[in-house]
């Protein structure tokens, strides 16, 4: 694991093991790094289970910066790369922003 790990961490950064499972590992190599972006689950699902959870969390009497924010930019993604998007395309909407500096394509 770690030294599949190191051979990442260009593309992701120095995240710790505790971010770093198994999914990730494969779904950096099969759909990420080659740019295939196609591991089988839409990004408009992703972006609705987090607006649900954000609507459950808000509904509950409780407010997060985070949830909101994450909807956002699930949101904007599946409009600038479009509703058939794989979610593994988020990697190519958030580094192709001008503040994701220190993200390596």
Same mark, same amino acid.
């Given at each position: #694991?770690?030294?599949?790990?190191?051979?990442?961490?260009?593309?992701?950064?120095?995240?710790?093991?505790?971010?770093?499972?198994?999914?990730?590992?494969?779904?950096?190599?099969? #759909?990420?790094?080659?740019?295939?972006? =196609?591991?089988? #689950?839409?990004?408009?699902?992703?972006?609705?289970?987090? =607006?649900?959870?954000?609507?459950?969390?808000?509904?509950?009497?409780?407010?997060?910066?985070?949830?909101?924010?994450?909807?956002?930019?699930?949101?904007?993604?599946?409009?600038?790369?479009?509703?058939?998007?794989?979610?593994?395309?988020?990697?190519?909407?958030?580094?192709?922003?001008?503040?994701?500096?220190?993200?390596?394509?």
């Amino acid at each position: #694991f770690f030294s599949s790990r190191r051979r990442h961490t260009r593309y992701i950064g120095d995240w710790s093991s505790d971010v770093c499972s198994s999914d990730l590992e494969v779904k950096l190599e099969k #759909f990420v790094l080659p740019e295939t972006f =196609n591991s089988g #689950f839409a990004l408009q699902l992703m972006a609705k289970d987090v =607006n649900i959870a954000r609507e459950l969390i808000e509904a509950a009497g409780y407010t997060t910066p985070v949830t909101p924010a994450l909807a956002a930019c699930l949101d904007s993604a599946v409009s600038a790369l479009g509703q058939q998007a794989d979610h593994t395309a988020l990697y190519s909407y958030v580094t192709d922003k001008p503040d994701a500096e220190g993200l390596d394509k």
